[in-house]
């Protein structure tokens, strides 16, 4: 599973999706800030309008990938025995891989 | 795998004395993890808030509970730190701020915005 995302590949795409995360983050941060939703029809109307759908989509995929490869290195650093750390690895790439499930069937 | 490991590696954090841009760097770490942590709590209380007007309700309670405002803190802190070290990271790689001085200067700054941003949004929500 690491081969597939390891080097160059994972480097660019840490950055990538940096890139869109911290507009995304910056947009949202000032829409609540600035509409803060008060009910439920507030709040489910902006989320569900096609645009910040696909934008938290997006977003919440982008999540996955950056905190794989995040979390990855940081067992890479801190795990030196391989066969523990595969474990570990493999735990956090279910629960990131359930999480996208999870994510699919709030929006869909 | 295994061969690599004869070479040296110290990375004990409690006996390294990091420089400021190294405690920088370690904290945009520890922001990421527990941001990681953050993921599937972050999706129950989206899914909540989105089920119904009532889930809204207790979505709404969750968030503002009195008892969970230090770990929303902190994680307000970790997602601001976190993007303000990966805009500098994203800098150094472009080759901005790699100096001596503006290397030092930056991690001060992020390590310094980061709390002041989650105040200002304290200020500003309330």
Not at chain 1, 7 to 33: D, E, H, M, N, P
């Amino acid at each position: 599973m690491s081969r597939q995302l390891s080097g160059l590949k994972a480097w660019v795409l840490q950055r990538i999706s940096a890139v869109y995360l911290g507009l995304f983050t910056l947009y949202v941060t000032f829409y609540l800030l600035i509409n803060t939703p008060t009910d439920y029809a507030q709040w489910s109307g902006w989320i569900n309008s096609l645009p910040v759908t696909l934008a938290f989509m997006l977003a919440i995929a982008l999540i996955l990938i950056h905190a794989w490869i995040g979390i990855r290195d940081v067992l890479i650093d801190y795990i030196p025995f391989t066969g523990i750390r595969l474990v570990v690895m493999t735990l956090v790439g279910l629960l990131l891989s359930g999480c996208g499930l999870w994510a699919l069937l709030i929006f869909v | 795998m295994m061969s690599q490991n004869k070479r040296p590696v110290f990375i004990n954090l409690f006996q390294i004395k990091l420089p400021v841009a190294g405690v920088m760097s370690i904290a945009h770490r520890v922001a990421g993890v527990l941001m990681f942590i953050a993921i599937p709590f972050s999706l129950y209380v989206l899914e909540l808030s989105l089920q119904s007007p009532q889930g809204f309700a207790r979505a709404t309670e969750i968030v503002q509970s009195n008892w969970l405002m230090p770990l929303y803190l902190l994680l307000l802190w970790s997602l601001f730190h976190h993007l303000l070290a990966g805009i500098r990271y994203l800098l150094l790689d472009i080759d901005v701020g790699v100096e001596k001085p503006l290397y030092r200067q930056t991690a001060i700054t992020v390590l310094v915005a980061a709390p002041l941003v989650v105040l200002l949004i304290l200020a500003v929500a309330s």
